[in-house]
């Protein structure tokens, strides 16, 4: 009896044992599948420098091969090298040693690394043939001599450009200003200038600059009204309008008599939108907005920030205020382009996208990403007599200067109060949203300029039409 | 009975599992001399060694039937991920580990083949607490100071660490007090002392030796083994609640005023507080564990140089890097399994002192196996023992092989010689 109760005992210890055992087993599985991933990105963590440094990092590719990004190995040294300088600053960002990676660089580390499952296939096969550990390429949907030429008109202005294809949401050029040199030894020589600089020229405005939209927003207004069947609303513009106490006035004071709604696009009036504030239901603006992607997050290929609306508007005025394009409206120059891809792509907004395919180091293509939709803005009939309005508009209204020869445009014009300008403490902002051809869309744009004295037509239009042309001749010599 | 203590069994043949390791052996061993890209035939040697030496065993233990096989089987698939993982770190400190390896196997055949003649003489309790106490003293004269703490003894070109034969000693100790817990009813002061108590007091000072060298692993591991000698074979619920109360107080004053033990246990809980120092061991530990994930790296793919003292304490961390978590839980089992053949034969036994000893032997290797893994990664607090079999170290190696063979010993001769004995009784 005495006996075996010493062996249940010892029984009883082989248990303990077991079920220590069997506990580190559950732990050792748990931190690789969830416990190690706040972790592992920790600096302290050297073997992600030293794996990096056994790489040789993927290269980045324009839409027709140019290269944009490469890592060239000096002496056992690798180093990142941009050969178009700040050109793509504000879309590939930079991969430093020292300041880490920003943008693309950041955000497919794996990939350019072939850490991922396509990169282990690839470099299994290197260690076999005996050469450098490669990771993939990154072919982008950017066209070299079209982000330049947009670079190039943006000259030292402060602003943006988006311009993107309105079937496909291909971003075809990007271009924020102030830039930088993302090369490493630039970056180590003005950093002190570039992290605390007044005009922040590490900021991709393009992306993550909120400007209010001006009277590029009057697109979405109008999306709203012919869809609750304003589309014949008419209206006598004075120069101005007071709603609930406050004067709403056009731009330079004009007054343009009557006006439909072709005619106050094209002229940009202020008074007609603002009295048809006063019929228009502000649910059914911040609806349309809302599907325009206003408060939503844009899933894209860079991180950006949710363009807003209010999304309870009970005071007239501020109704007022909202449907021409001020008020409590901020926008990115993205979604501005956005949404003029929307209304180019009959009312469809394709989803934006940056990385048309990853490589190896073959220059086999590896994966291809599939275009797709990201949201409904309005019905394709809606849509068309929009489109026919932003004719209007760049054929005899603001927009003028957009105009191409031979290829019929359309547009809308925007000047923008911002917080300076409102204070008298600085100028608006210059805005053109536009695409062309009209009948078969193959380029929608956004441009903002920054502060300036001049308006949208006179000074964002021009370089937007300029771009258009560019890329329409472009496709045209193929 | 149990297939492995009778004779007459022919079921007992470990064909597979031998060819098994031997394969293993030389696959690894074979790959890890053509890594560099130049063929090292050392490497290759020493791998073809291995399983020679793994097969001489297990035919020396069948044709004198030394009792279970398996034990030095399964000892020899730890061996082979041990000795591989120490010579992928680096040649030099590989083939110092094979040379213990030999020696260790040297008195593994000399401790399995020759300690049941002598068992039954030696278990006198004040023996093994005075040769204790002597290893302990020398140690604090002639010991030298290693990472801070004085716990290494150096004769000449030889040096080895009085604690890891300390643990076994300690076990002998119990298990006489377990056969003979009177030989502890002292006179003091004209009062006859009560055995248990004197045990405590006698445990406690060996406690405090150990506290005393920064041995923090050690002690408690050694005190684990007392808790559970007491329980299982003296039935002292009680008193077990009392010593571990004891020592709990003991533990929480000690981190208050030792900084050594503070600094471990702020490491534990909060490694990250503290990245470049306190906590860069256990977390450098975390990262390799991590890149490994669960097929690792590949052996010799990874960074497991990363980790101080990675060849002793941390050796579990660089396997999981470069074997994955899969390498990791082969080990574990691996230990499981040795447990499990220990409990078997301490199951098997019936003098108190063999059981005792086979039990305290076997859950020596379980509990020391569970502190150091569960401390490289951090389930609990790290307290810097090593991987039996598998860390770098003569010391450690020797004493493990010197466990291997009393668990040998006492599941072959000293089992029949049980068995028999009492059959002749019954007749």
């Not at chain 1, 609303?233 to 731009?251: C, H, R, Y």
């Not at chain 2, 297990?58 to 993982?85: C, E, Q």
């Not at chain 2, 010593?243 to 246990?265: D, E, T």
Request: charged share 20%.
């Amino acid at each position: 009896m005495k006996k075996s109760t010493t062996n249940n005992r010892i029984l009883q210890i082989f248990i303990v044992i077991n079920i220590l055992f069997l506990s580190l087993i559950i732990y050792l599985s748990y931190f690789e599948l969830y416990g190690k991933e706040p972790i592992m990105a920790n600096n302290y963590n050297r073997r992600l420098k030293a794996y990096e440094d056994g790489i040789v990092r993927g290269q980045i590719f324009d839409r027709n091969g140019e290269v944009l990004a490469e890592t060239k190995i000096v002496d056992g040294i690798s180093n990142r090298n941009y050969p178009y300088k700040r050109l793509y600053a504000h879309i590939i960002g930079y991969n430093s040693n020292i300041y880490g990676k920003t943008l693309l660089e950041a955000r497919y580390n794996d990939t350019l690394l072939g850490k991922n499952a396509l990169g282990f296939v690839g470099n299994a096969m290197s260690l076999v043939k005996g050469e450098d550990k490669t990771g993939n390429n990154l072919i982008l949907t950017i066209d070299h001599s079209l982000q330049a030429k947009a670079r190039e008109l943006m000259g030292d202005n402060r602003g943006a450009i988006v311009a993107i294809n309105p079937k496909t949401g291909e971003i075809l050029a990007m271009v924020s200003t102030p830039d930088y040199n993302p090369n490493e030894s630039s970056l180590r020589e003005n950093w002190s200038d570039l992290s605390t600089g007044e005009n922040s020229p590490l900021l991709p405005r393009a992306l993550i600059g909120l400007y209010p939209p001006g009277s590029t927003f009057k697109v979405v207004t109008t999306v709203s009204a012919i869809e609750v069947g304003l589309d014949d609303f008419i209206a006598e513009d004075t120069g101005s309008v007071v709603i609930d106490g406050k004067t709403f006035s056009n731009a330079g004071d004009k007054a343009y008599g009557e006006l439909n709604m072709t005619s106050a696009m094209a002229y940009s009036s202020n008074v007609y939108f603002s009295k048809l504030s006063e019929v228009l239901d502000s649910k059914a603006l911040i609806s349309t907005a809302e599907k325009a992607g206003l408060n939503k997050n844009l899933d894209f290929d860079l991180p950006t920030k949710k363009s807003s609306i209010n999304s309870v508007i009970d005071s007239k005025t501020e109704f007022a205020a909202t449907v021409i394009g001020q008020g409590e409206l901020l926008v990115t120059p993205l979604q501005m382009a956005l949404i003029c891809a929307g209304i180019a792509n009959d009312g469809v907004i394709m989803k934006p996208y940056l990385v048309k395919n990853v490589s190896d180091r073959y220059d086999t293509i590896l994966t291809t990403t599939l275009t797709k939709e990201s949201g409904v803005l309005t019905d394709p009939e809606t849509a068309e007599i929009v489109k026919e309005m932003m004719i209007e508009v760049v054929k005899n209204g603001t927009g003028k200067r957009a105009s191409i020869s031979e290829v019929i445009v359309a547009g809308k014009t925007g000047t923008a109060q911002n917080e300076k300008s409102s204070q008298g403490q600085g100028n608006d902002h210059a805005w053109f949203i536009g695409f062309a051809p009209a009948s078969d869309p193959e380029i929608a744009i956004a441009v903002i300029i920054e502060n300036q004295e001049k308006d949208g037509g006179q000074l964002a239009a021009p370089i937007a039409g300029k771009i258009m042309a560019e890329w329409i001749n472009k496709n045209n010599k193929k | 009975m149990d297939k492995f203590v009778n004779p007459k069994s022919k079921k007992s043949k470990p064909i597979a599992p031998i060819h098994l390791v031997a394969l293993i052996d030389l696959v690894i061993f074979g790959l890890l001399s053509i890594r560099s890209g130049i063929f090292v035939p050392i490497i290759l040697a020493l791998g073809t060694i291995k399983a020679v030496m793994t097969y001489l065993t297990t035919i020396v233990l069948r044709k004198y039937r030394m009792g279970d096989t398996y034990i030095s089987l399964i000892v020899a698939m730890l061996l082979s991920m041990g000795l591989s993982m120490q010579l992928r770190l680096s040649t030099e400190i590989g083939v110092k580990q094979f040379i213990w390896f030999l020696i260790g196997m040297g008195l593994f055949i000399v401790t399995a083949s020759t300690y049941h003649l002598v068992y039954k003489r030696i278990k006198s309790i004040w023996f093994f607490y005075a040769l204790m106490i002597i290893l302990f003293i020398l140690t604090q004269i002639i010991g030298t100071s290693i990472n801070g703490a004085k716990n290494w003894i150096i004769l000449g070109k030889l040096s080895f660490q009085p604690s890891e034969f300390i643990k076994i000693l300690f076990v002998f100790f119990m298990a006489s007090f377990v056969s003979d817990p009177e030989a502890l009813r002292l006179k003091i002061a004209d009062k006859m002392t009560s055995p248990k108590w004197t045990l405590m007091v006698m445990v406690f000072i060996v406690l405090g030796f150990f506290v005393l060298q920064r041995e923090f692993g050690t002690a408690l591991l050694i005190f684990i083994i007392y808790l559970s000698i007491l329980y299982v074979f003296e039935k002292a619920v009680v008193f077990v609640g009392i010593n571990a109360i004891i020592a709990g107080l003991a533990a929480f004053v000690a981190v208050q005023v030792m900084p050594h033990l503070k600094i471990r246990m702020d490491s534990w809980l909060n490694p990250f507080a503290d990245i470049a120092g306190k906590g860069y061991q256990i977390t450098q530990s975390l990262f390799a564990i991590g890149s490994g994930s669960f097929f690792g790296t590949g052996l010799g793919l990874g960074y497991p140089h990363f980790i101080p003292n990675v060849e002793t304490d941390f050796i579990f961390s660089a396997i999981c890097e470069e074997m994955g978590i899969f390498g990791g839980i082969a080990i574990i089992v691996l230990f499981m399994l040795l447990v499990y053949r220990g409990i078997k034969v301490c199951l098997l036994l019936r003098d108190p002192f063999t059981k005792s000893l086979a039990f305290g032997l076997t859950i020596t290797i379980g509990f020391q196996t569970f502190l150091i893994i569960g401390g490289v990664t951090r389930v609990i607090p790290l307290t810097g023992i090593t991987l039996p079999f598998v860390s770098y170290g003569g010391s450690s190696l020797v004493s493990s092989f010197i466990i291997l063979g009393l668990l040998q010993s006492l599941s072959g001769f000293i089992l029949r010689k049980e068995v028999f004995e009492v059959e002749e009784i019954d007749n």
